[in-house]
């Protein structure tokens, strides 16, 4: 038996991009701020995942499709949350956690 180490590579490559997304998420919720977050990093980040989804869906790859995907819904959660105007937010936040 031979490890696939592009496997495993490609297996924890993905794993942490779509982690990397939850911290920020979840602060934003319980802090109800987007503060200090930039909308052109989020609205470029969302534009890459939705192009690597596209590429991923067009090469039939669900390695790249899946994890992709999510990273996408992250970003566009984020890049939604720092676009509203910031009572809204809050609004939202409330509805996601309303014990924070």
Same mark, same amino acid.
């Given at each position: 038996?031979?490890?696939?180490?592009?496997?495993?590579?490609?297996?924890?490559?993905?794993?942490?991009?779509?982690?990397?997304?939850?911290?920020? !998420?979840?602060?934003?919720?319980?802090?109800?701020?987007?503060?200090?977050?930039? %909308?052109?990093?989020?609205?470029?980040?969302? %534009?890459?995942? !939705?192009?690597?989804?596209?590429?991923?869906?067009?090469?039939?790859?669900? !390695?790249?499709?899946?994890?992709?995907?999510?990273? %996408?819904?992250?970003? %566009?959660?984020?890049?939604?949350?720092? !676009?509203?105007?910031?009572?809204?937010?809050?609004?939202?936040?409330?509805?996601?956690?309303?014990?924070?």
């Amino acid at each position: 038996m031979t490890i696939d180490w592009i496997a495993i590579a490609g297996t924890i490559g993905a794993c942490a991009s779509v982690a990397s997304f939850t911290p920020q !998420a979840w602060k934003i919720i319980h802090t109800r701020s987007t503060k200090g977050l930039s %909308l052109g990093m989020f609205a470029l980040t969302t %534009l890459a995942f !939705a192009a690597w989804t596209t590429f991923g869906l067009l090469k039939g790859e669900w !390695a790249l499709i899946i994890p992709n995907a999510i990273c %996408l819904c992250f970003a %566009l959660f984020i890049l939604w949350m720092i !676009a509203l105007p910031r009572h809204h937010t809050e609004k939202v936040a409330e509805k996601l956690d309303p014990t924070a």
